[in-house]
């Protein structure tokens, strides 16, 4: 404070002071605090919009003063006492609104959508399927990735957003892809021996099911992104008219 500060006649003895601020559940909440008890005013300026917050003060010691309003355009905070300047806070007004991410993969048929966020807290991620939207509440922590399955058809889904206290934290607007995996069956006779060759887009387990008039035989077989393997089926279905071997191949991932 000046010297000449027409105020300073009036309060010979002004009071010390500080404001400071943090972000907490994403609101800015300013710290005010004084060397001598007394009816303080915590004086938020925005541009031409000026708040003024009527505030009891012990000495020494400090009290929280929320801002209801947005608190990114703020230009200047001021503790004032009569009137007088005790202490101002100029910044930053960064936005209280944690940042993050939503991602998304197919594993086992199923999508799944992964949320991460700067800071932790109770998030929400909120699945729009056109008109139907669906809630599933999160708890993060700070910078660590959750996953997050969605048990719907996620082909109807249209986005999928991160909350934190009813603020947009990501969007995620596709692709919605159906996570049903692509392939193919295909059948070659050689020498006496009839091979099947399968197919598929996506690592994970498979089940190749022969089916001969009431006669069903099913082969669980594993393929794998990383290579291309053939193996032959150890023994053939039931009566079948020549020998059976499977041969499974891999395609790229998508």
Do not use: K
Request: with cysteine; charged share 10%.
């Amino acid at each position: 404070m000046s010297a000449t500060d027409p105020s300073s006649y009036c309060n010979p003895n002004l009071p010390s002071g500080s404001i400071t601020s943090v972000c907490t559940e994403g609101v800015r909440t300013f710290t005010a605090v004084a060397s001598e008890t007394g009816a303080y005013v915590v004086r938020f300026t925005a541009g031409a919009n000026v708040t003024n917050t009527p505030v009891n003060l012990t000495a020494n010691t400090p009290v929280n003063v929320p801002y209801a309003g947005d608190s990114t355009l703020l230009t200047s905070v001021t503790l004032l006492y009569n009137g007088a300047t005790v202490a101002t806070y100029t910044g930053p007004f960064d936005s209280c609104t944690p940042s993050g991410s939503l991602t998304s993969v197919c594993a086992e048929g199923v999508r799944t959508f992964t949320a991460v966020a700067s800071e932790t807290g109770a998030y929400v991620v909120r699945f729009a399927a056109g008109a139907n939207v669906t809630n599933a509440p999160v708890n993060l922590t700070a910078n660590t990735p959750v996953n997050v399955p969605y048990t719907g058809d996620s082909t109807l889904l249209t986005s999928v957003t991160l909350l934190y206290n009813g603020a947009t934290v990501a969007t995620y607007t596709g692709p919605f892809d159906s996570c049903t995996p692509s392939g193919s069956l295909t059948s070659v006779c050689a020498e006496g021996v009839r091979t099947f060759t399968a197919v598929a887009s996506e690592t994970g387990a498979y089940v190749v099911r022969f089916r001969r008039t009431h006669r069903l035989m099913s082969l669980c077989w594993r393929l794998d992104a990383a290579d291309q393997r053939d193996a032959a089926l150890q023994r053939a279905p039931p009566s079948p008219p020549t020998p059976v071997r499977l041969t499974v191949a891999r395609q790229a991932a998508r």
